[in-house]
């Protein structure tokens, strides 16, 4: 399957900006079973240097520098990716057959398997998700009892949050505490990607942030509008013995062929699609528009997706 | 039980040890009153040279002490420091190894040597710094070691500096102000000289800044920072620019120092600021004290980093248990420096011992670059011990616990009085070749009180000069001839373009100050007598001043939509032209931004000037608290500020040369002056009113311009607008002219950096407004057409003018400060 990715960030600012820093994170990222066909950054703002770099998780990274005035900057990535379903499906079973208990896990991450050790970055709070609180662990915990399967566990714990939790925009933003979202039990993807994270790290387990893209269907009859998805964002488990597995519990499906990868970090801080850092007087608003199809689809309808476009501001779905 | 401590100078039979003998007979033969003697010239020559280490109280106050050393120094044999010196520098290989490895191939993770989680669980470990480990400049250049002398008699390490050690310039002034007493205290007593390390420390810049017209860069946090006078002082003796972040930029992958003639690279970088805060694009996004894209520069290899971004996590205790192993791994050697025994609870065996044996142990966070933790178990409740333990089995990774240690005290002067006290060194070493050079000195920092085993120079307490005694094999080695001054370069050249920017906006504000304390002054004072004369004129008069008083600081609508005309509303009208903090043109408003810019440039201005900063801020605070409204008390602050003002612009002429920075500040508050003159000569110059009213309104324009007396002296007739606008517009001869000051501003310009043969884009406009005002003749601008009550052209003249001067500074800021062709 081959999916076309249109994700566009735009800084507008409010006094004019002498010199900009940003950092991208736009190109999704290569895997056992995605592939990158094509890629292209588009900046706006003239003159720029780029620089692109892999950093510690693997994520292509390009630091823009923006050299003269200006009043907006909007970086765009286009992608062509395509997923092998089949190599998915054998990933998830094979994970299934070699998941381990609890209590094997626990006991296995306190001693040293060479194995193991890149995992054990992921084990700890981070700059945007904070320590699980007791409620939290407890939580989790009705999940992974001592003797129950790990991935069986991370599975029915996908779907309490999934049932648990209400799907509502506008109430939190990257910055809410994942504690707040976890007494208001609402948010968006985002906020149950990182309370699931902050959650399983406060058991004793290695899980990772996961950004990236999912491809959503108009109802019935009606066209899909360009630009109207969202980025969106999941979480991976690392199980002992059996690897990474990621779960998405906004929509309490484990990620196969409608996922797309775009990158892995501690939490959104490592994968934020667009950070700036510029010096003016006055502040700056970020809007976002994502557009995510399946080839074949697109060319049916490629005649009507260039009109109706909207913005939208930076909310995950 | 602890072991009883030792003692420095006493062995256990209370005889004085040999090596102390010299020190204790100079002791012994001058007396207490000659070292309070000594004591005080030591006070006095750190008053003098303006050494303190800055300790904030809390967010507000920040007490600028001084710093303090003790006449009687730290004095090891030259035979046990070699073997010190040894375990040292062994030590800093391993740590170098180790930061290397961390950040590479993390073979100590992958083999078992290091646990992962006191790498991964420790906030230090930069993942940002990922795979720089191999790069030939990524070293830990600068390593600073605390010691204390152990149980056993030997020098144990107790804490590792690696990001951005302090104390280097600490220890240089302790032993420069220690040379200059000990002649009469010490005269028999030699040691060994700083000079080589400090040779060793330029010579390591040297060679890491090879490209020609490269510059080598301290960056410091600023004058706020606790260090700040090491900073300075470190600086100057090793030859280094002194910057803060802003003076930095990053592009085309390297980094750069601004300076009004240019951009200069920058190859080498000591920095003083912590890993987090070094690059807000990567680290620490909130952080005003580092440099966009430095830490990409740095990935590209363009930028030598003294030490490294990640070298954090080496500060890190956690690793002790585990120095042993990585030293035979790495190294194929024993550990010769011992360390105090220390359980990282991070593992079972580990935990549950200090679980076991808390009240007996120090518990401490791994992790200082998050906060500092450490528990004195011995002193605490069962209640506290409980909660202790909780917190270690929530988060065992983060805790240590070592053993209770009892290290040596030292004799320490104090009220004339000499007293055991307990002591740590701060030792230093830098990389030179393939191994380190220790400085043969160091920093000692003794404990405030006489039981406290916490040394601290944030908690207060005292510093010792350590003396490494015997002589130095080179006699070559003069320690040179310097002489530490708090020199900032002013050259235009080299001028900072961060300084350089400030100082056209102290112009600018000061400027703006001036002018709008003193029209709202003449308002104010015109409304209080205003009931003398109940005319109608005067009254319609008034309005045309409000009216240009909300043009003049552009606090629109302001007077332009004010619904009721009632004294009270305007009175309430002019006192948030006053007062209002947050409505960008007000006085207050103005007057911060003047004190900002103030703020920035204190290292070159006259110390009064900083003085009556303070004085004009406290006393205007007092002012906006106030609830009095009555126009004689208000004249009363306003005329108060006006004389400070005046004051400060008097003391700002004279600290620096017009050659020197001064030169932007003249400009800067040349276009201020013309522009806000234009802005009145349109507001009360352009319409044809009567002339009862005319004179009030000519009269309040001299007064703002201060002018007054000099109309009179030049006219020698009343006001009238044929002349004043000659006077104020035209005359050559009158220095605050418009078209004076823009002949000025025309030469002032040639004197700059970039000026070119050519004419500038900043200049052009000034040459057209030098056109435009050569050309006017007063007779055509002032005359009116049937009907007309203004005199359009000569708005239209202003305006214009008004535009080309604006111009002029947006092309000037752009073509001096963002350095975006460069």
């Known amino acids: 399957m081959i999916y076309t990715i249109y994700h566009k960030t735009e800084f507008r600012y409010q006094s004019m900006v002498t010199y900009s820093h940003n950092m991208a994170r736009l190109k999704p990222r290569e895997t056992g079973y995605q592939k990158v066909l094509d890629f292209s950054l588009e900046i706006d703002a003239f003159p720029f240097e780029k620089r692109e770099f892999l950093n510690m998780f693997g994520n292509v990274c390009t630091h823009i520098v923006i050299k003269n005035s200006h009043l907006s900057l909007s970086v765009t990535g286009r992608s062509r990716v395509e997923i092998f379903p089949e190599i998915i499906d054998a990933h998830i079973a094979n994970i299934k057959a ?37 409620e939290m662990k407890a939580y989790a915990l009705e999940s992974f009892k001592d003797e129950r399967d790990l991935f069986e566990a991370a599975n029915e714990f996908m779907g309490r949050i999934y049932h648990d939790f209400e799907f509502l925009s506008g109430f939190s933003d990257v910055t809410t505490p994942v504690s707040e979202i976890f007494k208001a039990k609402k948010g968006v993807c985002q906020d149950f990607a990182q309370l699931a994270i902050s959650a399983l790290r406060g058991i004793g387990l290695p899980c990772k942030y996961v950004s990236g893209y999912i491809e959503t ?72 528009m994502v557009d995510v199809r399946e080839e074949e689809l697109q060319e049916q309808s490629q005649e009507q997706s260039f009109f109706g476009f909207k913005s939208q501001t930076q909310t995950q779905s | 039980m602890l072991k009883a401590s030792h003692d420095e100078m006493f062995d256990e039979n209370k005889n004085i ?61 030259s035979q046990e420091w070699d073997e010190t010196a040894i375990g040292l520098k062994q030590r800093a290989k ?12 993390r073979k100590l993770i992958k083999e078992n040597i290091i646990p992962a989680e006191v790498i991964f669980a420790h906030k230090g470990f930069a993942t940002e710094a990922f795979d720089f480990g191999s790069k030939e400049n990524f070293q830990l250049y600068f390593y600073a070691a605390d010691m204390a002398r152990g149980p056993n008699g030997k020098m144990w390490v107790v804490n590792d500096r690696a990001q951005a050690p302090s104390g280097l310039g600490y220890a240089l002034e302790n032993r420069l102000t220690m040379n200059a007493i000990s002649k009469g205290l010490y005269p028999e007593t030699p040691r060994k000289r700083l000079f080589h390390f400090f040779e060793d420390f330029r010579n390591l810049f040297q060679n890491l800044s090879s490209e020609q017209e490269s510059v080598s860069v301290l960056l410091t946090p600023g004058p706020y920072n606790e260090t700040y006078f090491e900073h300075a002082f470190l600086s100057s003796y090793l030859n280094l620019t002194l910057a803060q972040g802003d003076d930095l930029l990053v592009k085309n992958d390297a980094l750069w120092l601004k300076s009004l003639g240019g951009l200069k690279k920058v190859q080498t970088l000591l920095r003083r600021v912590d890993d987090r805060y070094c690059d807000p694009l990567e680290l620490n996004d909130s952080s005003r004290l580092g440099v966009s894209g430095l830490l990409d520069a740095a990935r590209v290899g363009n930028v030598n980093l003294i030490n490294p971004i990640g070298s954090a996590i080496l500060e890190n205790i956690g690793l002790n248990p585990f120095m042993e192993k990585a030293c035979e791994y790495l190294l194929g050697e024993k550990l010769i420096l011992p360390q105090i025994a220390t359980w990282w609870c991070g593992q079972e065996k580990a935990l549950k011992f200090v679980l076991k044996n808390l ?96 040394v601290s120079s944030q908690k207060g307490g005292t510093s010792k000069d350590l003396w490494i005694l015997g002589k130095d094999d080179l006699e070559m080695c003069i320690l040179s001839s310097f002489k530490y001054s708090k ?21 600018r504000y000061l400027a703006r100050s001036i002018t709008t304390t003193r029209f709202v002054l003449q308002i104010v004072k015109k409304l209080a007598s205003f009931y003398r004369f109940d005319m109608q004129s005067t009254k319609e008069s008034q309005e045309i001043l409000h009216t240009a008083l909300t043009h003049l600081t552009m606090t629109y609508p302001g007077f332009l939509s004010l619904k009721e005309h009632s004294s009270e509303a305007i009175m309430d009208e002019i006192l948030s032209v006053i007062k209002d903090t947050s409505r960008p043109g007000t006085l207050t408003y103005t007057l911060f931004m003047l004190l900002n810019a103030n703020l920035n440039l204190k290292d070159i201005l006259a110390m009064e000037s900083w003085k009556l900063h303070d004085k004009m801020k406290n006393e205007w605070f007092e002012f906006l608290n106030s ?7 208000i004249a009363g602050k306003l005329e108060n500020t006006l004389i400070y003002l005046m004051a400060y612009k ?9 050659e020197q920075g001064l030169l932007l500040y003249e400009i800067g508050s040349k276009i201020e002056d013309t522009i806000l003159l234009l802005s009145l000569c349109r507001s009360l110059m352009t319409l044809d009113i009567d002339k009862s009213m005319e004179y009030d309104i000519l009269d309040s324009l001299l007064h703002t311009m201060e002018s007054f007396n000099a109309y009179r002296a030049h006219y020698k007739s009343s006001l009238m607008l044929e002349n004043v606008v000659e006077f104020v517009v035209l005359n050559r001869q009158f220095p605050k002219s418009i078209i004076h000051i823009c002949k000025e501003l025309i030469d002032d310009f040639k004197i700059l950096p970039k000026s070119k043969e050519i004419v500038s884009d900043y200049e052009e406009p000034i040459y057209k407004a030098y056109k435009i005002l050569e050309s006017m003749e007063i007779s055509k601008v002032l005359r009116l057409k049937e009907d007309e009550v203004v005199f359009f052209e000569f708005d239209r003249l202003l305006a214009e003018l008004s535009q080309l001067y604006i111009d002029c500074s947006n092309e000037f800021t752009k073509t001096y400060f963002s350095h975006n062709d460069e």
């Open chain 2, 17 to 77: 040890k040999k090596h102390w003998q010299e020190i204790a007979d100079s002791l012994e033969s001058s007396g207490f009153d000659e070292l309070e003697s000594k004591q005080n010239e030591i006070d006095w020559f750190l008053k003098e040279n303006d050494v303190t280490y800055n300790v904030y109280e809390n967010l507000d106050a920040k007490v600028n002490r001084s710093w303090s050393l003790d006449p009687i120094p730290f004095v090891i044999s």
């Open chain 1, 98 to 134: 070699n998941s381990i208990t609890y209590k094997a896990a626990k006991e296995r991450l306190k001693s040293f398997v060479a194995a193991d050790m890149q995992a054990k970055q992921f084990m700890f709070d981070s700059e945007l998700i904070a320590p699980a609180t007791e």
């Open chain 2, 650 to 658: 008097e003391l700002v002429q004279e600290s620096i040369f017009k």
């Open chain 2, 94 to 105: 391993l740590l170098n190894l180790i930061l290397k490895d961390l950040y590479s191939e």
């Open chain 2, 487 to 507: 020199y900032v370069d002013t050259s235009i050249e080299n001028l900072s373009t961060l300084k350089a920017e400030n100082l056209f906006w102290l112009g």
């Open chain 2, 359 to 454: 009240e007996t142990l120090i518990v401490k966070n791994i992790d200082r670059t998050v906060t500092v933790e450490a528990f004195f178990c011995k002193k605490m409740r069962e209640e506290e011990l409980e909660n202790l333990r909780e917190k270690i089995i929530k988060n065992p990774y983060q805790y240590v616990a070592q053993e209770e240690i009892n290290f040596s005290t030292i004799p320490f002067y104090a009220d004339k009085k000499i007293e055991p006290r307990n002591a740590s060194i701060r030792a230093f070493s830098i990389k030179v070749g393939d191994d380190y050079s220790v400085m043969n000195g160091g920093l000692v920092r003794v404990s405030a009180t006489k039981d406290s085993l916490l």
């Open chain 2, 627 to 633: 609830e009095k409204k009555s126009n004689i008390y």
């Open chain 1, 217 to 288: 269907v108009p109802a019935e009859g009606e066209k899909k509008l360009f630009g109207t998805d969202a980025s969106h964002a999941w979480f991976s488990l690392y199980i002992p013995n059996a690897g990474w597995i990621e779960f998405d519990p906004t929509n309490n499906v484990i990620p196969k062929h409608q996922h797309i990868l775009l990158g892995y970090g501690r939490d959104y801080a490592d994968i934020a699609p667009l950070k700036g850092v510029v010096f003016s007087s006055g502040g700056s608003r970020l809007s976002v």
